[in-house]
Structures are given as C-alpha cells and as structure tokens.
C-alpha cells in the first residue's frame, strides 16, 4: 500500500476535465513538502509532468494544472486529449521513509 | 540535452546481486544528485535510494541493509548494486536525475530527467 493514495484509474471524454487526488499526510503532503506529477505513457519511462506543486516544466501544455491544500494534492487536466492517455503519479518527500510516490492512477480517454 | 542510459544483467539468480550501470551524457554528474527508481511490470514506481554530494547516500527504508550506490566521476557514470535479491526484486529499474528547478530564486528538486529503464529478473 502506498503512502500516498490515488485513485486507481479515472476516465473522461475528449474534452472534458479529469482530476487526480492524491492523498498523503502530516509527515509528507502535510508537512509542507512540494509535492510533483509525473506522466508515464505506455511503454515508456516517467516524465516530469508538475513541479512543486503547480508548476509546469517547459513543453507541458498549459491544461495540466497541479494544486495542493492540506495533506492532499490535485492534478487537472482540463480538454482532455486522447494522448493524455497515461498513468500519473504523484511523488512527494516523507520525512519517515524518504521520497515516495503514489500508486498511480490510470486516465482512459473514452 | 541530457540523457540517461541505463545498463546490466537483464537476469539475476536469486540470493545473489544484481548490478546496475547508469551512463548519463550532457550533465556532469557532479552538478546533481542522482536516483534510482523500481517499478515492477504493471505495478506502480517505488524510490530505490538517492546519490548526493557524489559520496553521501540515502535509501529506501524498505531496502537500505541491501543497496549499495556509487559513482565514477571520470566516467560520468552510476552504479546500483542490490545484494540477495528475491523475485520481489524484478522490475525495470530507472536512473533519474534529481535537480533543482529554479523559479524567481526559489528551487525545488524534483526528478527531471529519466532514463528509459533496464528490465531485471530474478530467477530462482
């Protein structure tokens, strides 16, 4: 079991808007630790997808968002596209076992 | 452009201990500290352990009496090595690069660069 928690998958029509929760506690999300997102699509590695909560590297789309209160934390995508098609992760500092990630959560375009 | 390239034994026997390479091209590996990364086939990633500082290490909880990092400067290169492995120990392992992302003077680490990950499997 993860220390951070997901939801297994979400899905959503073209265009529509998706979130992701991603759920910690005192001692990683809670704590004030920035919190990251990463997109992997199938058959490849991880990419950094948020920084520190909601900020996009370079060459991310602007409707990914990240935001995080309390001891969770969001991504949104807002006009879903059938390439968004991927498993996100969330990934945060915990200050019992170090870095940590969620389990993953699976976005299907319908 | 940085890239990471990751490379060893696609098959460990059980008991003994597997050995990863991770040659990384367009940084300096002195300039960052350096990760690796699990994920068991369709399972989700789990944080093996951190180089900085190119000597001090941390690893995961779960694993540490078992990994050993390091590196070769001269190389640029990282070594992973996870001693009397288990079939819970397959999994395609990733060298990650673990970097300060700077905005308006405030950095944060995140991991920014992946390499494309090498399958391990432990047989028994």
């Known amino acids: 079991q993860s220390v951070l928690t997901q939801p297994p998958s979400v899905s959503g029509a073209p265009g529509q808007r998706v979130t992701i929760s991603c759920t910690g506690s005192?001692?990683?999300?809670?704590?004030?630790?920035?919190v990251h997102w990463y997109q992997q699509l199938p058959g490849t590695a991880p990419k950094l997808l948020i920084y520190a909560n909601n900020n996009r590297p370079s060459g991310v789309p602007d409707r990914f968002s990240g935001s995080k209160s309390g001891t969770s934390a969001s991504l949104a995508i807002l006009g879903l596209q059938a390439e968004d098609e991927a498993d996100y992760y969330c990934q945060c500092y915990d200050s019992s076992v170090s870095e940590v990630f969620g389990g993953g959560t699976k976005v299907t375009v319908l | 452009q940085v890239q990471l390239q990751e490379s060893g034994p696609g098959l460990v026997k059980s008991s003994e201990t597997l050995s990863l390479t991770c040659s990384v091209s367009g940084d300096s590996i002195g300039t960052a500290d350096w990760s690796w990364i699990r994920q068991p086939a369709g399972k989700g990633l789990e944080w093996v352990g951190r180089?900085?500082?190119?000597?001090?290490?941390e690893s995961n909880p779960s694993l540490k009496s078992r990994v050993t990092m390091s590196v070769d400067m001269s190389k640029n290169q990282l070594f992973l090595r996870l001693s009397s492995v288990t079939a819970a120990d397959t999994a395609v392992y990733y060298c990650a690069r673990d970097h300060a992302i700077c905005v308006s003077g405030i950095c944060y680490d995140a991991f920014d660069v992946w390499g494309q990950g090498t399958l391990v499997t432990v047989s028994s």
């Open positions: 005192s001692s990683n999300i809670g704590a004030g630790y920035d």
């Open positions: 180089i900085y500082t190119r000597v001090s290490t």
